[in-house]
């Protein structure tokens, strides 16, 4: 299972996002974009990621789930 995010719940505020830091291995990072409604985004280094679902558990808007 891997992680996914809903756009419409992220907050996408890389100050706030509990996700970020909690990642053990540092595999969800925030990508400034203008461009972008809200400025920004966040984005999953798969090729970090472990699949242990802290990032869905600790998410403080519920925006990530873990799907297969």
Same mark, same amino acid.
């Given at each position: 299972?891997? %992680?996914? =995010?809903? !756009?419409?719940? $992220?907050? #996408?505020?890389?100050? &706030?996002?509990? /996700? &970020?830091? /909690? $990642?053990?291995?540092? +595999? &969800?990072?925030? =990508?400034?974009?203008?461009?972008? %409604?809200?400025?920004? @985004? &966040? +984005?999953?280094?798969? *090729?970090?990621? @472990?699949?242990?679902? #802290?990032? +869905? !558990?600790?998410?403080?808007? *519920? /925006?990530?789930?873990?799907? !297969?």
């Amino acid at each position: 299972m891997m %992680p996914y =995010i809903d !756009d419409r719940k $992220c907050y #996408v505020d890389p100050q &706030i996002c509990t /996700a &970020i830091n /909690a $990642c053990p291995q540092k +595999a &969800i990072s925030y =990508i400034e974009n203008e461009d972008l %409604p809200l400025g920004g @985004k &966040i +984005a999953f280094d798969y *090729e970090k990621c @472990k699949s242990c679902g #802290v990032c +869905a !558990d600790t998410c403080c808007g *519920e /925006a990530i789930e873990m799907r !297969d």
